[in-house]
């Protein structure tokens, strides 16, 4: 049952149509939502007004005085208001909500609330943010600076100068905004109901990847918690999700409060590019000391530059992975890393898989490459030679085991000796044919990703789950949601394995804050490996309290056989590190991660030398999953995150306009890849199992984003000669590089 | 005004306004809301609907323009009763493969997949990619959609 | 851009059965804006960049939707077939495979299987993928009104400015004429966009050369996305006729187009890429000849 590719559990209801996404939702009587913006960057608002010439008498209107606790978007820090008051701090903010009994009234009213906005000086340099106004945050502009070091780099570089066989090498690197791009835009819808004890209340039901995240940023708008969150089917998230529902959920409920109707509050696709959270944009500055002859690495100096956007959200976080995973895999003994991120202007930037590790990955798998071009050495040795073995050192100085990297890279290699699969590509209609010029060129690249929440993350968090004995059948109850991933297949895969029991048995309650404990959100690819870790606990104890209460224990059926009861048997299980983990937040030393996934990405493709356009042939990863519980989950994981790196690497990119508003908000300009685009994939499972996760899983679900894109870089290079160090590699600029390299 | 046409082998008659989108007028009026929204502007596919045997897209497609005409949404391809029903082979092949994920793109790309399915039962896996783009998804990267399209109907695509 | 449009729109539609009825609607109703597979109209309306107050419908008029044979040994094809259509006509294949190549690269299929000929060409995009083809293949459009009936205007004298063609406020595009190919024509389509399906174009090459004895007797070098308009490249033609083909011809793009930096691309990339799509054109009639 572990191992096995069973068909997911929400499949039937997903393929017929029937599944209830929330959109597909009506209530009685509801009222349509839509939301009042900021055209400005950063203004002052100095009044807010209704057009006395539009009929407002059947339009509810809010603004942020109507809010009856704090205003707030309730996360790391209290920054984000949850309409704008005095101040708006970006282009699409918040500033006021309308709702009424058509969808078109509601966009009609919006333009009849009249705000008065008084501009104010706008920043939108990242690097011109820190110390410089206009102040936006704290007294610096600064949400997170973490500097990690590790040895002694700067005996390093200073050895290094007349030193004959070691060199300084030094580049710099861009990437760009990405947006997540679910397919269902942002929507939730509030209504009203009475709970058990007869109380007044709402319930929120909606698009989200974290119903407790809602929990917590409404019930300080509320001032109260009478109300509960349900998770609808999802369509899609990525992070873009995990944290923007809050405010979509605050807005319902504040509309549906002054309304005292049902409200549904629906994003339309425009709205939603130009408004949500993006992958945050980064600069890197790497500079090394590196052995000559081999490309060792003996000293590592990096600085990253985020750009935070408007609000924090979750950018500390970012720029806390950013740090961790700046060398990627590869062993180095004197490292100083410094991230920093700050804010702008621009609309906020958020969760988006991967979490600032694609960026620095990218930056990582760059500078081997220029390590091995200015040491002209083969940039499959360079990683070769640097590529962690057990025992190393990370540069938090944690001791790695059971290190996958060589593993994964062996794989790869040999998955990718078979020939070419036939097909995509040059194959493409309009391509010109016979007359295309197109060069060939393969790259590989290597990831790793620190499992879970950061350091003490988990064990702060305690992530809940229940398990309860529903008769014959068990049922599981925890916060995680599916959003695509597969949590609902494979909970009960775990608990069916754990009880010796048919999967057909368990069930997993839907995602409803009244119902389930908190597991803790569903992000940083932990679902599986953590919550399902304590839903195995529960198991084994269900096992236990079941075998206390018949007096043996034995078969899972015998000892329900020889139950008396029939009464529910629930039980609660959390999760607990073993003691082993050691962190240090303040000074980033310690246990970073519990565990490591390892991975190596080879992709081959072609560049059409009349166009800069890049073909996608073939994408291998090999990646080590600790134990796949579910062997086609896990690859549809995997396929789908690398393809979101391919458009990160060739197509996609916000473009923000003099305002920092999206230029390219429509799916018709802001690019992902079409099943034409897309290579074949070949995806090979590998098994190091980790003693912490369930059956030995570890998380899967960010890895495949960290490093195709740099696959692609250097496939573009051994390709063409045409260096590449900026994301997106538009054809654009594909077509600079091929010119520069004349 | 009055419109007649077919939806799913079954006979409507609405009154609508003419120039209403044919995707809203499944899913607010019919109440049939396995097509989806995903952009409103042709681009995602996930309004996915046939008309007289073709993939358009429903949000494309000004509602009097089905006038007569044989409308096929995702909840007609399966046949029997809800509990009971049989999956059209492409709606099994993607269970078998996994080609659902968060499942939004999932009834465009099925009415897609079947109109090519249609008229060519055993597609090339280059024929099925060609014949999908117009089908966004974001969680797959569509390996196992193209791998449960090709090989729906039984037969290894080349 | 606001949905609101869309989502009230109450235009009325005019429904006529046959093509004199719509030719008379047309006459009388010239507010009303013609309407066939609707994939540009509908995108317009949904954006809020139009609001007629009706519509006229065209997607009935089955007697538009015929290909055949001319008397002249070339193809007539009905301004309402659409991209799908195009490609399962053996016609078509026969006297302008090259247009098949464009048709299967607008959108995807669902957009193929509903956007017009006729609507790509009344739409005049400089992006329409079709039109830099129809150029290149000297296309006669028929455009008809109830009152002085058909004429015939050359694809080249068709596409006036930015968006604005040489159809009249009481004409329809009735059909698409196409001259019989020549056996020594060698016929290019090249379509560059940043992904290979739901594209709109940066740069589209259409183009014919009829080689004879090795040297070009006749060039028709067509760019789309460009400029405002779809464009013949006049200095490019002249550079290429009368003598064996000049792979060098190349050098002469820049004096025909007038691209711009716009959200899809920059008139740098335009400009260098519509030099190498061509150039690797030549290059392979070369080869090919060889
Ligand atoms: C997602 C998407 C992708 C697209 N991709 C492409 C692409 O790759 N390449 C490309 O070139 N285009 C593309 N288009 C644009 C569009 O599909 C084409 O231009 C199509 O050919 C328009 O035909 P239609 O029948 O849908 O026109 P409609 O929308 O019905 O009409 C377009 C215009 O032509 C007028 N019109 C139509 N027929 C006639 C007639 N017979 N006589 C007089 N006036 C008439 C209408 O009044 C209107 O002004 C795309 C559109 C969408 C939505
Ligand atoms: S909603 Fe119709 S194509 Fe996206
Ligand atoms: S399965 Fe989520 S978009 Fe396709």
Sequence with gaps: MIGEGLVRADGQAKVTGRAVYVDDVRPEGCLYAATVRSPFAHARITGIRLDPDFDFSDVTVVTAADIPGENVVALMTDDQPALADKVVRHVMEPVALVAAPTREKALAAVSHILVDYEPLPALFDPERSRGHEPSLFGSDNVYSHITLVHGDPDGAFASAEGNADVRIIEGTYRVGLQEQLYIEPQGMIATHRVDAEGAPGLTLFGSMQCPFYVVKALSRVLGHKRFNVVQAVTGGGFGGKEEYPSLVAIHAALLALKSGKSVKLIYRRDEDLRATTKRHPCRLRYRTVVEVRTGRLLAFDGHMLFDGGAYNTLSPVVNSRGVIHAVGPYRCENVRSEALMVATNTPPNGAFRGFGAPQVQFAAERHLDRIARELGLDPLDVRRVNLYRDGDLTPTGQTLKDIGAKIVLEAALERAQRPLPPGNGSGRPGGGGQAARLAAGRGLALAWHGCGFTGNGEANLQGKADLALEGRDLRVYTSSTDIGQGTETIFPQIVAAALGIGVGRVSVAPPDTDLVPDSGPTVASRTAMVVGGVVLKAAQALRAALASEVGFDGDFDAMLDARTSDAVLRVREQYADDGTLVWDPKTYRGDAYPTFGWSCVIVDLEVDLDTGEVLYRRLVQATDVGRALNPVLASGQLEGGALQALGYATSEEVVLDERGCMRNDRLTNYIIPTALDAPEMETVLIEIPFAGGPFGAKGIGEIPHDVPHAAVAQAIERATGAVLDRLPMMPERVMAALERRR | ?158 | MSRTAQLKSTAAVLEPRTLNEALEMRARAPDAMPLAGGTDVMVSLEAGVIDPPRFLNLWRLDALRKIEDTPAGGVRIGALCTYTSLGRSDLVLRHASVLIEAARTVGATQIQNRGTLGGNIVNASPAGDTLPVLLALDAVFELSSAERGARLVAAADFFLGYRQTALLPDELLIAIHLPARNADDHTHYRKVGTRLAQAISKVVLGARLRVVDGQVVEARIAWGSVGPVPMRSPSVEAALLGVPIDVDAEAKVAQDIRPIDDIRSTADYRQRVAENVLRSFLRSVVQTRS
């Design chain 2, 1 to 158: 005004m009055i419109l007649r046409f077919q939806v799913n082998a079954t006979d409507v008659e609405l009154d609508v306004l003419p120039m209403a989108r044919l995707l809203d007028v499944l899913r607010e009026d019919l109440r049939l809301t396995g097509s989806k929204e995903g952009c409103g502007e042709g681009e995602c596919g996930a309004c996915t609907v046939l008309i007289d045997g073709r993939a358009v897209n429903s949000c494309l497609v000004p509602v009097f323009q089905v006038a007569g005409a044989k409308v096929e949404t995702v909840e007609g391809l399966a046949s029997g009763l809800h509990g009971h029903e049989r999956l059209h082979p492409v709606q099994a092949a993607f269970l078998e493969h996994g080609a659902a994920q968060c499942g939004i793109c999932t009834p465009g790309f099925l009415v897609a997949a079947a109109e090519l399915l249609a008229h060519t039962p055993h597609p090339t896996r280059l024929e099925v990619r060609e014949a999908l783009a117009g089908n966004l998804c974001r969680c797959t990267g569509y390996q196992k959609i193209v791998d449960a399209v090709a090989n729906a109907l039984g037969r290894q695509g080349s």
